[in-house]
């Protein structure tokens, strides 16, 4: 058995072509805004990324240096912007304490990310919707909404059912705020038992009995033998000192998953996984737009 690989770029294309048609059937041109430390090469490789995923579907990028004793003065200005319909923060920019409450400065409305802790709430919570109508959708984070997607693609999740990962087990290896731990908390929502890892060992996230929202508590564990029923396994380790997953120690016919920029799996797993996805980005850029487009909607 040879693993099938998904190209993200492929998949992406597909929702660009909606977001093309969305873009162009509104009333003016969409701007989209970056914030950009002073001297970070990584983050204007990612603006870079934006820059081109906004010309392919017809938004306007502006990309904006700031330092760190300006960049809580850029993000209000933005926020009362008419002229920005949505905006990111590419940290760092102060440092992780600093940046937490910069990401409270981000107009919600404007927050493309959805990092800002009115929709961190809404997802930890499981609110689909903001409105009783249920006609306005809770904004996801573009990264971990983009590994829901390319995991519809896979066949792994069945959009079309209530809980689309049900039955699904799975092991995610990174539980950033960011990333890794809202990304468990999704999929948990969506009917998925995860287990996730990092320094500070395992904790599982599944979907409560008793309520909407997912619940998380500490497991015990080891990487063995959560690998051996996980039938996803994503990794986004930043690290080249992270042991790769091995072949021997996933479930045959496992989906296999990597948003770290470093190489997270041996090559052997190719011969043992069903499929393996290698990359995010293209993904996460499209899942961003489609998130400006969405807010902006949603506002007018």
């Known amino acids: 058995m040879t693993a099938r690989i ?21 009333p003016e041109r969409l701007t989209l805004l970056g914030l950009l430390a002073d001297g970070h090469p990584p983050s204007a490789t990612y603006a870079e990324y934006r820059r081109k995923g906004c010309e392919a579907v017809g938004i306007r990028f502006e990309l904006r240096s700031v330092g760190p004793d300006g960049a809580a003065r850029a993000i209000r ?8 319909h949505g905006m990111l923060v590419y940290y760092p920019i102060v440092g992780v304490s600093g940046d937490g409450w910069l990401r409270e400065l981000v107009d919600p409305r404007k927050d493309i990310e959805g990092l800002h802790s009115f929709w961190a709430r809404c997802l930890y919570e499981n609110r689909r919707f903001v409105d009783g109508a249920q006609q306005k959708r809770a904004i996801l984070p573009s990264t971990p909404l983009a590994i829901l997607k390319l995991l519809e693609a896979a066949g792994v999740s069945r959009a079309s059912e209530a809980q689309p990962l049900a039955r699904v087990k799975a092991v995610v290896f990174n539980r950033s705020e960011v990333v ?4 468990a908390a999704m ?25 909407a929202a997912q619940r998380m508590r500490s497991i015990d564990i080891t990487r063995e033998a959560a690998l051996a029923t996980a039938d996803v396994v994503i990794t986004g380790v930043p690290s080249r000192d992270f042991p790769l997953v091995s072949g021997r120690e996933i479930k045959p016919g496992a989906t296999c998953l990597n948003f770290s920029t470093f190489r997270n799996f041996a090559d052997d797993i190719l011969a043992r996984a069903a499929t393996f996805i290698p990359r995010v980005g ?19």
């Open 187 to 211: 999929m948990a929502n969506d009917g998925a038992e995860v287990i996730s890892f990092d320094l500070d060992g395992a904790k599982l996230f599944a979907r409560s009995e008793v309520d």
């Open 77 to 84: 200005d933005a926020g009362g912007d008419e002229a920005v």
């Open 180 to 183: 890794g731990q809202p990304l």
């Open 6 to 26: 998904i190209d993200p770029a492929i998949v992406a294309e597909s929702y660009r072509t909606q977001l093309r048609a969305d873009v162009a059937a509104l």
């Open 282 to 300: 293209p993904m996460t850029v499209t899942m961003a737009l489609r998130n400006t487009v969405r807010l902006y909607q949603q506002q007018h």
